[in-house]
């Protein structure tokens, strides 16, 4: 691990110690991308990000994922990603602005759709992968995202201080979200999947992550992934150590 996090997530613990019971964090999901473990999932956490079948998953796969949500109270986000099923959605490309807002309003508009059949509606947007990591650091494939939710009234979900943040600025609502299960950068970017310590495994480091991340970067909303062979006993141990640690699991409240 990284020294410089490793030195971050022991510093303020004091500070966290005196202000336990006063945090809540949301818990979200990457779902309806054609893993099994969704219904298992589904009552563990309080947002459900869907995929909209480019990246990954389908018509049906999305409408059940969308039913289980209504089914559990679980609200619910847009999951748009690049259409690349080879790489899973997480290999880079080069869009223009159009062509970023022109997928981001093809997909919302069509989950949106399946949402209101399903029983329930859209409340945000959270790009997915390769598209995730440009608009968080480059503003010209965060804007058009956040033009596409702003088409339907819907907040951003992304990372704090990043641009994805920045071109919320005035327009669409923005929900800092942090990484269960994954570790950081320095510079509060991700570390790249191909490193060998990109990943938290740990129930234990992931739960002194999120207090450091409710702490020092104001997070709403903690992520785990759906497609983590071991997520089922992940999020569950996870949710045993924030409760255990005085801090409420319940959805994100926009502002």
């Known amino acids: 691990m990284n020294s410089l996090w490793k030195q971050s997530l022991i510093l303020p613990q004091a500070l966290i110690e005196t202000n336990r019971t006063f945090m809540d964090i949301d818990l979200n999901c990457d779902l309806g991308e054609g893993y099994p473990f969704d219904a298992e999932l589904m009552p563990l956490i309080t947002s459900a990000n869907i995929a909209c079948g480019f990246h990954a998953g389908d018509v049906a796969t999305a409408f059940e994922t969308l039913r289980l949500a209504a089914g559990q109270g679980v609200q619910v986000g847009a999951h748009p990603g690049y259409a690349d099923r080879q790489h899973f959605g997480r290999r880079e490309l080069t869009y223009s602005e159009q062509q970023v807002c022109e997928e981001c309003v093809y997909q919302i508009g069509a989950l949106a759709g399946l949402a209101k059949a399903a029983g329930t509606e859209l409340c945000y947007v959270k790009p997915h992968g390769a ?82 991340l409710l702490q020092n970067k104001g997070v709403k909303t903690l992520c785990v992934h759906g497609d983590n062979p071991q997520a089922v006993s992940f999020v569950r141990a996870l949710r045993a150590g924030l409760l255990a640690r005085g801090i409420a699991i319940q959805p994100f409240a926009l502002k």
């Open 131 to 212: 598209l995730y990591n440009q608009a968080c650091r480059d503003l010209s494939y965060a804007k058009p995202i956040v033009k596409a939710a702003e088409l339907f009234d819907l907040a951003v979900m992304g990372l704090p201080d990043s641009q994805l943040q920045k071109a919320c600025e005035g327009r669409s609502s923005f929900v800092a979200e942090g990484f269960a299960d994954r570790r950081y950068l320095p510079d509060g970017s991700l570390v790249p999947r191909s490193q060998a310590d990109a990943f938290v495994e740990s129930d234990v480091e992931a739960v002194h992550q999120a207090e450091w």
